[in-house]
T-cell receptor
Framework: KQEVTQIPAALSVPEGENLVLNCSFT??????LQWFRQDPGKGLTSLLL?????REQTSGRLNASLDKSSGRSTLYIAASQPGDSATYLC?????????????FGKGTKLSVKP | GAVVSQHPSRVICKSGTSVKIECRSL??????MFWYRQFPKQSLMLMAT?????????EQGVEKDKFLINHASLTLSTLTVTSAHPEDSSFYICSARDKPLQETQYFGPGTRLLVL
């Protein structure tokens, strides 16, 4: 059964710092991996999707990497800003159960202090 | 990009009443919709998978008679929480997919349910 773990659970950094969020998954046979952002009491915003054949994806100040063999992904945020404060979730598709639902980690709550 | 809406965004109800939550894909046809539930400081957990024109598939531990799902059209799925209890208070999020398994899902903004 696929399990997704995210560390740290919470992270507080001063504005301007570069930071890395970690995601690990137990079953390396994934098709893709997604990083989402969730603001308090809100839905999910997709940030990056990495296909299994890719090593990384970049969008602005965000860079996500994927190492399938080790079951890990990282989300790198450059020059963090207070507006980056949110919970970041990673998720992989579940093909062992329902038709492609996503299995989520518990998230990393990021706080960027001005 | 594809947009998924949910209504209502927030609902407060008395214990024992039923609440209906709608999930709509606004600019695409969703052959499959997923319903997730998120308790405070927990991750999203799949409740059920809804396919247009067929019965929903429920995850283990989710009572199908309590959480009624109807996917009546390619753009609308509804989740009805019947005889709601305080422990049903949670954040309910739907997602919709219009392409094969390798494509992304589009998430609704979520519905906050509070049962008094």
């Amino acid at each position: 059964k696929q399990e997704v773990t995210q560390i740290p659970a919470a992270l507080s950094v001063p504005e301007g710092e570069n930071l890395v969020l970690n995601c690990s998954f137990t079953d390396s046979a994934i098709y893709n991996l997604q990083w989402f952002r969730q603001d308090p009491g809100k839905g999910l915003t997709s940030l990056l999707l990495i296909q299994s054949s890719q090593r990384e994806q970049t969008s602005g100040r965000l860079n996500a990497s994927l190492d399938k063999s080790s079951g890990r992904s990282t989300l790198y945020i450059a020059a963090s800003q207070p507006g980056d404060s949110a919970t970041y979730l990673c998720a992989v598709p579940n093909y062992g159960g329902s038709q492609g639902n996503l299995i989520f980690g518990k998230g990393t709550k990021l706080s960027v202090k001005p | 990009g594809a947009v998924v809406s949910q209504h209502p965004s927030r609902v407060i109800c008395k214990s024992g009443t039923s609440v209906k939550i709608e999930c709509r894909s606004l600019d695409f046809q969703a052959t499959t919709m997923f319903w997730y539930r998120q308790f405070p400081k927990q991750s999203l957990m799949l409740m059920a998978t809804s396919n247009e024109g067929s019965k929903a598939t429920y995850e283990q531990g989710v009572e199908k008679d309590k959480f009624l799902i109807n996917h009546a059209s390619l753009t609308l799925s509804t989740l009805t929480v019947t005889s709601a209890h305080p422990e049903d208070s949670s954040f309910y999020i739907c997602s919709a997919r219009d392409k094969p398994l390798q494509e992304t899902q589009y998430f609704g903004p979520g519905t906050r349910l509070l049962v008094l």
